[in-house]
């Protein structure tokens, strides 16, 4: 993006020439990609030329102004529709912008389109979109991941430089590890949620997906930052662009949890993730083997947890104030009709299972025990990072996975076995492209750090990719 940046600070090439490429890409791609909902290319070139004037006038907003971006189309914008990839809301058009929206506006992006992704971002593949499926780059019959898929597919297309997602059980790492991109979940707290439509608010995260470490870390660093209009927003610290001098490895010390390898994962995603291991040991860092055993319970706690909170989250959409409204006799009927015509099967599903954990009968057995469990798990996490100051597992047992191919519930759940648990600990989580399989289809790993500490993972990814490579440039030379 450092490239980019500087051909649009030396005006060797135009904002308005940087966003008419990436729609022709898009134009060319999204019959087959169906990365985007909406593509607001008359807004991106407003947006580009008035990055134009700004520059010739010498008052540019920052280093970045004019570069587009997509954003995922449950996070609200202004005055652009945001649909959340529900048939509820397909004629939504916002009256504010989030937080991180507002952010990016302030330092000029502009942007370019809101992305797939499954409904009310509940899934892991995009399939549960109301606007059909999202292929991956890498493979047309395979999943691009989910719930952030259209963004991951999106940057790896070369159908935008960078991109926004949300990540409540790791959606944005694992459409990260299959489209073989850089994705970090954040530290629950350091970006702002204001304006992003919730799921289970004490999981959810906004973060960025990009080709690069370096460019991931850019995009961070435009989003962190205390916001008053978040309740839960945290102004501990400062996050700062790292300098990646790479001494730091000598001693790191690095987590190696035994659960994560072995039974269930495919050969050669322990085979690439191993590689890059070995790497970070013969650059000094110590590979310590540690246990993770209550990951074992991080899928069931999740789900109990998070469809609880989708059940709460989701009982403003009544047909009242906004989005589908099916006229009845009767107010319950009407609410009964509206939302019955307007959700998905999927979503449907998460708010009746939310709604009998949350049930008097039900709540100490479920909710309440999840709740006991989310503190175990956290304590287990919070222990390891006394031994280790990261941890590094696979992002996905598997690469992509065909479109179509799982069709339980369950199984589709468990596409976040590995990385859920960051989640329910609020700790930051990255996934780096760590090579490819036989098929060609790309291969992630994870880094998990203490809290706040992103810095530190952005390093370490750095390392990452620098053994394994960056493929393709984030800009076309032919401009």
């Not at 430089?161 to 530290?187: E, H, M, N, Y």
């Not at 209550?294 to 609880?308: C, G, K, M, Q, R």
């Not at 989708?310 to 509206?338: C, K």
Request: one cysteine or more.
């Amino acid at each position: 993006m450092r490239r980019l940046a500087h051909l649009l600070e030396t005006r060797q090439i135009s904002s308005t020439e940087v966003v008419e490429h990436y729609l022709a890409e898009i134009s060319k791609q999204e019959p087959v990609l169906n990365a985007f909902i909406t593509v607001d290319a008359e807004g991106a070139l407003a947006q580009a030329r008035a990055s134009d004037r700004r520059r010739r006038e010498g008052q540019a907003l920052s280093p970045w102004d004019g570069i587009p971006i997509a954003v995922k189309d449950n996070i609200s914008t202004k005055g652009l529709k945001t649909t959340c990839a529900s048939r509820f809301l397909a004629n939504y058009v916002p009256l504010f912008d989030a937080e991180v929206v507002s952010r990016l506006k302030d330092v000029g992006l502009s942007i370019i389109g809101k992305t797939n992704l499954d409904e009310f971002a509940m899934g892991s593949s995009t399939e549960y979109s109301a606007y059909g499926v999202t292929c991956n780059p890498h493979d047309h019959e395979r999943v691009s991941g989910g719930s952030s898929g259209g963004s991951a597919a999106a940057v790896a297309a070369g159908e935008v430089p960078w991109s926004l997602g949300t990540d409540t059980g790791g959606s944005i790492r694992q459409p990260a590890s299959f489209c073989g991109v850089v994705g970090l979940k954040p530290t629950y707290g350091w970006v702002s949620r204001y304006g992003v439509v919730a799921l289970a608010p004490s999981l959810d995260h906004v973060g960025p997906l990009a080709r690069t470490v370096e460019d991931a870390a850019l995009l961070f660093s435009l989003i962190a930052g205390p916001d008053p209009k978040d309740a839960t927003s945290s102004d501990a610290r400062e996050f700062s662009i790292p300098d990646w001098d790479e001494s730091f490895v000598k001693g790191l010390k690095i987590g190696v949890p035994e659960e994560f390898f072995g039974e269930g994962i495919s050969p050669e995603v322990e085979g690439a993730v191993r590689d890059c291991l070995n790497a970070l040991e013969g650059w000094g860092a110590e590979l310590v083997p540690i246990s993770l055993a209550t990951n074992e319970y991080a899928i069931d706690t999740y789900l109990t947890l998070v469809t609880a909170e989708a059940s709460s989250s989701l009982a403003r959409y009544d047909g009242v104030r906004y989005g589908v409204r099916i006229p009845a006799e009767d107010s319950n009927t009407m609410f009964a009709r509206s939302r019955s015509a307007g959700f998905g099967a999927e979503v449907k599903r998460r708010i009746m299972l939310g709604t009998y954990v949350l049930s008097a009968r039900q709540y100490g057995a479920y909710y309440e025990q999840a709740q006991k469990v989310r503190t175990l798990i956290r304590q287990d996490v919070l222990e390891a990072f006394k031994q280790v100051d990261v941890i590094i597992t696979p992002t996905t047992p598997s690469t992509a996975f065909r479109i179509g191919a799982k069709q339980s519930p369950l199984e589709m759940y468990l596409s976040d076995l590995f990385t859920a648990m960051a989640n329910l600990c609020g700790i930051p989580a990255l996934n780096v492209p760590c090579g490819r399989d036989s098929r060609g289809l790309p291969l992630g790993m994870q880094i998990m750090g203490g809290h706040f500490q992103e810095e530190l993972l952005f390093r370490v990814a750095r390392l990452v990719e620098n053994h394994v490579g960056v493929e393709g440039e984030v800009f076309s030379d032919k401009l």
